[in-house]
């Protein structure tokens, strides 16, 4: 099964710019890489996904390395609501979606 | 609003008691999985359902049982047998179970077998 690889935490400061990274060396020409953010007590949340180029929406960013080996999530200004535990997860057809540990978030006022 | 909903949100139970926990959903989704969450950890896929009457084991599907008899609704039972019952339980779906597919989640039901 294709796996990723995240640090288990990372700090930013309120209002500056977040990059999360994910490394994802076996992943296969058609698994698309999926982003979620889990707050306490809370069910995890969707965030973005992609396949091959960058996306963007509401929330966040995606940039995914030409290789596709790797992506980082970008949170363009970090608030002290984004403070989550972040899953980088590869998507596999007619497959379950598998959950490592993740990244925790902690943003500082 | 669509979405997902999983009752309740807290139970407790007597060990050698078997207990089913509910999901529901509304969103008219082919999909739907059970996950598992122990403090500090990331979540762990119990079973999974790509469509009604169809379901498959994940990771860790021993002690628990599942039925897929209407596309709303993905009952997961607790059974006596689970050794370590105790737990937070997430519930998921999607539209289907393609690539381009997001999962959408329930807030859990925190469990507590003593």
């Known amino acids: 099964d294709a796996k990723t690889t995240q640090p288990n935490s990372m700090e930013s400061n309120e209002e500056e710019p977040v990059h999360l990274p994910c490394n994802h060396s076996?992943?296969?020409?058609?698994?698309?890489i999926h982003w979620y953010r889990q707050l306490p007590s809370q069910g995890p949340e969707y965030v973005i996904h992609?396949?091959?180029s960058n996306v963007n929406n509401r929330m966040a960013s995606l940039a995914i390395a030409e290789d596709r080996k790797s992506s980082t999530l970008i949170l363009h200004r970090a608030t002290l609501r984004d403070a989550a535990v972040y899953y980088c997860?590869?998507?596999?057809?007619?497959?379950?979606?598998?959950f490592g540990a993740g990244t925790r978030l902690t943003v500082k006022p | 609003d669509g979405g997902i909903t999983q009752s309740p949100k807290y139970l407790f139970r007597k060990e050698g008691q078997n207990v089913t926990l509910s999901c529901e959903q509304n969103?008219?989704?082919?999909?739907m999985y059970w996950y598992r969450q122990d403090p500090g950890q990331g979540l762990r896929l119990i079973y999974y359902?790509?469509?009604?009457?169809?379901?498959q084991k994940g990771d860790i599907a021993e002690g628990y049982s599942v039925s897929r008899e209407k596309k709303e609704s993905f009952p997961l039972t607790v059974t006596s047998a689970q050794k370590n019952p105790t737990a937070f339980y997430l519930c998921?779906?999607?539209?289907?179970?393609?690539?381009?597919?997001?999962?959408?989640f329930g807030n859990g039901t925190r469990l507590t077998v003593t």
């Open positions: 998921a779906s999607s539209p289907d179970s393609s690539y381009n597919s997001p999962l959408h």
């Open positions: 076996t992943i296969s020409g058609t698994d698309y």
């Open positions: 992609g396949l091959t």
């Open positions: 997860i590869l998507r596999v057809y007619n497959n379950d979606m598998r």
């Open positions: 969103l008219n989704h082919d999909a």
């Open positions: 359902s790509q469509i009604v009457n169809d379901f």
